[in-house]
T-cell receptor, first 124, second 110 residues
């Protein structure tokens, strides 16, 4: 069974750096074609794609947030970490991680399994 | 890079069919067969309901179907049910090695 779970601080102060961790099971990021993506959703607003990391350690970022984001993986711990610098109240959102595959090993280029999300509030 | 364009809301009566459009550009929807659709009920994580434009994951009812023409993908829900009331999002790969969501569509079952 594939599962993902996000963890992070519930509250972050403006200008601080956010670190959120996605811990997953049921698949390996060593497997060719496997990827993990981060998505966020401000309260009452739409989903926004943030970043993706693949089995080969290639990293992709939303152009509008590229300068503030870093995604990394620890395959030994089955974790993917996203950091976002210079947090602002507009970054208040639920942050989700999700699995995404390529090459026909699951549903190509679709976020097929999601974590439950972690709610991050940015406030002083 | 702008989000994909979806109507803000669509409504229908039980048993009817509704269609949600998702408009992109020749750099994303128009270039790849990689549009996926998600259903999100309040307070829950999104759920994948279509991938590669028209394919249904295991367990998704065939009431949900997809199509595409040029730069616009569409999701059709047939035989609308009360539980279909939710937000729906399209998602696509783009040629600039990025991915993007649509703005979301709220479906109301009258």
């Amino acid at each position: 069974q594939v599962t993902l779970r996000e963890s992070g601080p519930a509250l972050v102060k403006p200008t601080q750096t956010l670190t959120v961790t996605c811990t997953f099971s049921g698949f390996s990021l060593k497997t060719t074609g496997m990827c993990v993506s981060w998505v966020r959703q401000p309260p009452g607003k739409a989903l926004e794609w943030l970043a993706l990391i693949n089995w080969d350690d290639d990293k992709y970022y939303s152009p509008s947030l590229k300068n503030r984001l870093t995604i990394s993986k620890d395959t030994s711990k089955n974790q993917v970490v996203l950091t976002m610098t210079n947090m602002d109240p507009v970054d208040t959102a639920t942050y989700f991680c999700a699995r995404i595959c390529s090459g026909g090993i699951c549903y190509d280029d679709a976020l097929d399994i999601w974590g439950q999300g972690t709610r991050i509030t940015v406030s002083s | 890079q702008s989000a994909l364009t979806q109507p803000a809301s669509v409504s229908g009566s039980p048993g009817q069919s509704i269609t949600i459009s998702c408009t992109g550009t020749s750099s994303d929807i128009g270039s790849f067969d990689l549009v996926s659709w998600y259903q999100q009920h309040p307070g829950t994580a999104p759920k994948l309901i279509l991938y590669e434009d028209t394919k249904r994951p295991s367990g998704v009812p065939n009431r949900f179907s997809g199509s595409k023409s040029d730069n616009t993908a569409s999701l059709t829900i047939s035989g609308l049910q009360a539980d279909d009331e939710a937000d729906y999002y399209c998602f696509s790969y783009s040629s600039s090695d990025t991915w993007m969501f649509g703005g979301g569509t709220k479906v109301t079952v009258l």
